[in-house]
């Protein structure tokens, strides 16, 4: 038998049990929306502290503090090139790796375009995986009051189509976020509108356009 200072009281015991099933249940739910327990590659994930909203930057891609790119746009380290509609122009980051480019669309309310590619840090990801990840991001801090989902493919390469409704953080107004997602030799391209519903059929065929003139590089 064990001395008694080495025992564990029953309180503590029970104590240790509810923590046992607290980490199973947080493990479960993080497996379960995701498909794996890996945190989500190039965002702060369940960890972050902001709205959903705030992943979509737009005024810091300003010609001041960013490079501006117009026409066709290629990215080698990814191996995808697109076509930025006429009129526009797309914004990387002045440092660091280059992953895709933010288009910030003329007129109000305001609305943006962004393109982004990451590695898939987990094991045999889908489009579909990568939606829930988004959907449990804005249920972080946003209220989500729609979303839908359809097929659809970039340059061959079959993904989907998809558009949530949300009501940020500390802002009344709805947004509609819309991505286009495919996962192709372990990396997750998409296209992401971020826009409102009075302006949404024109800013629409704009990410459709860009979507059309997708192509991967050898």
Not at 39 to 54: F, L, N, T, V
Not at 126 to 131: C, Q, Y
Not at 155 to 182: K, S
């Amino acid at each position: 038998m064990l001395p008694a200072d080495m025992r564990l009281q029953p309180h503590r015991l029970v104590a240790l049990a509810v923590a046992l099933l607290a980490t199973g249940v947080i493990a479960w739910v993080i497996i379960r929306g995701t498909g794996s327990a890996a945190p989500k590659a190039g965002a702060a994930g369940a960890g972050r502290a902001q709205s959903y909203c705030d992943d979509f930057p737009g005024a810091s891609f300003a010609p001041a503090a960013a490079r501006a790119h117009v026409g066709r746009f290629s990215n080698p380290v990814y191996g995808y090139a697109l076509t930025i509609p006429p009129g526009l122009s797309g914004y990387t980051r002045a440092t660091g790796p280059v992953r895709g480019f933010t288009v910030p669309l003329p007129g109000k309310p305001s609305a943006l375009l962004r393109v982004d590619a990451a590695y898939d840090a987990l094991y045999d990801i889908t489009a579909a995986g990568v939606h829930r990840r988004d959907i449990a991001d804005v249920q972080l801090f946003d209220r989500l009051l729609s979303d839908s989902a359809q097929p659809f493919s970039l340059a061959g390469v079959d993904g989907g189509r998809y558009r949530m409704q949300v009501v940020c953080r500390g802002d009344p107004q709805a947004y509609v976020f819309e991505a286009i997602i495919v996962v192709r030799h372990r990396e997750i391209y998409r296209l992401d509108l971020k826009t409102q519903a009075a302006r949404q059929s024109q800013d629409e065929p704009l990410l459709e356009a860009m979507a059309r003139s997708w192509s991967w590089l050898p």
